[in-house]
């Protein structure tokens, strides 16, 4: 089988540095439309056998020729091209997988279903860290209660040694982070789904040394489709960002004043979109593949055989030193990475569209996160 991942950006990068490293794919491919990323994602990739292939997305006859060329594709671009690429994957009969970011997206995909199965195609939209590795994580407290009082997703992307005054860096695209902030948050309430503002109900979430007491924060897309797929089963579930304290009253002050505004303005004689400019005012300000740490905290409370249980899932991982792999790439690019083996290796069978936590096996995709050395503490508080 042969497989495409289009963008060759950091999580490009670290999905086809896995297939290279841990698949049996004759063929891995990294399309992009920018010849200086391939150049770039070659130079990174360069003790793996790679081809690489100039492809503009925003031209239909380019992406049906390459899907036409391949078993799967994963998209690790940004998440307004998920739909029309899942879109071409039906139509060429190429399974799909994306990291997602944006609930209106995926809830598209998903009426890609009834076609996706006819064509025997397997769609998984947001199977990277959060959703994706959390969502797996949320099946497996699922299938381990009769009864689920709440489930809380904590999920954070951090500087090792923070600089002031956002204690944060940029460790993917700066728009995914503004849509993280700037989208309602999806929270399932008493088998009701409803819609939160995002930076809100910040509270205190506290890790090993040398963390200690973080903050977490209401966000958008880290749930995607647990509150639908969830929703006769979990009586409460949402999703935080964790971030140093401070960070959200600083960073929401920006989007107050409208600096993530998609409505143009014309200053002088030229016309800009404010959310362009934040987005390249980031990518100049903070900093990029410097030492990083991803910190995963999913709390749950529930019964079994009439037995109170309180399941605590957590997840400290760090900077590949000797890859050069930042902890986001690790876990975002190699789930994404794993999922579509599976489907390679016929773990997964199922065709339509599904979220991970419908269609992806939690004991065989724990174990091949630990191979990796993502290692998930599960301890009973």
Same mark, same amino acid.
């Given at each position: 089988m042969d497989i495409c991942v289009i963008g060759a950006g950091m999580m490009g990068r670290a999905i086809t540095f896995d297939?290279?490293?841990?698949?049996n794919f004759e063929n891995v491919i990294v399309a992009d439309r920018n010849q200086e990323h391939l150049e770039s994602a070659k130079h990174f990739l360069q003790k793996h056998d790679v081809d690489y292939a100039v492809v503009d997305v925003n031209k239909t006859r380019e992406v049906t020729s390459l899907f036409q060329r391949c078993d799967i594709v994963i998209s690790a671009i940004p998440y307004t091209h998920n739909y029309f690429l899942a879109k071409t994957a039906v139509a060429t009969k190429t399974h799909f997988l994306d990291l997602g970011g944006n609930n209106d997206v995926v809830e598209k995909e998903r009426n890609l279903y009834v076609s996706a199965k006819e064509k025997k195609v397997t769609i998984i939209p947001d199977c990277g860290l959060a959703p994706g590795m959390t969502s797996v994580i949320v099946k497996d407290i699922v299938e381990q209660h009769d009864e689920i009082d709440f489930v809380k997703i904590r999920v954070g992307g951090l500087p090792v040694n923070p600089y002031p005054p956002l204690n944060y860096q940029i460790v993917f695209s700066p728009y995914g /982070?503004?849509?993280e $902030?700037?989208?309602?948050?999806?929270?399932l309430e008493e088998k009701k789904i409803l819609k939160k503002k995002s930076m809100t109900e910040v509270e205190t979430v506290t890790f090993p040394s040398p963390f200690g007491e973080m903050e977490a924060f209401l966000t958008s897309g880290g749930c995607s489709t /647990?509150?639908?797929? $969830?929703?006769?089963?979990?009586?409460?579930?949402?999703?935080?960002t964790i971030r140093y304290p401070g960070h959200c009253e600083l960073f929401k002050t920006f989007l107050d004043m409208g600096f993530a505004d998609n409505q143009s303005v014309v200053v002088g004689e030229t016309e800009i979109v404010p959310r362009d400019l934040f987005a390249l005012i980031l990518l100049k300000s903070l900093p990029q593949n410097e030492q990083d740490v991803v910190l995963i905290k999913v709390l749950s409370q529930g019964r079994k055989n009439n037995t109170k249980l309180n399941v605590e899932y957590q997840v400290i991982d760090y900077f590949d030193d000797e890859n050069n792999i930042t902890s986001m790439m690790r876990?975002?690019?190699y789930p994404v990475s794993i999922t579509a083996q599976m489907i390679q290796q016929e773990v997964i069978t199922e065709h339509g569209v599904f979220?991970?936590?419908?269609?992806?096996?939690?004991t065989p995709y724990f174990k091949e996160l630990e191979k990796r050395n993502i290692r998930i503490k599960k301890t009973m508080v």
């Open positions: 297939l290279c490293k841990n698949s /982070l503004i849509n $902030y700037v989208e309602d948050a999806i929270v /647990l509150p639908f797929t $969830y929703k006769d089963r979990i009586g409460f579930l949402d999703y935080k876990t975002t690019g979220g991970s936590e419908e269609i992806v096996p939690c």
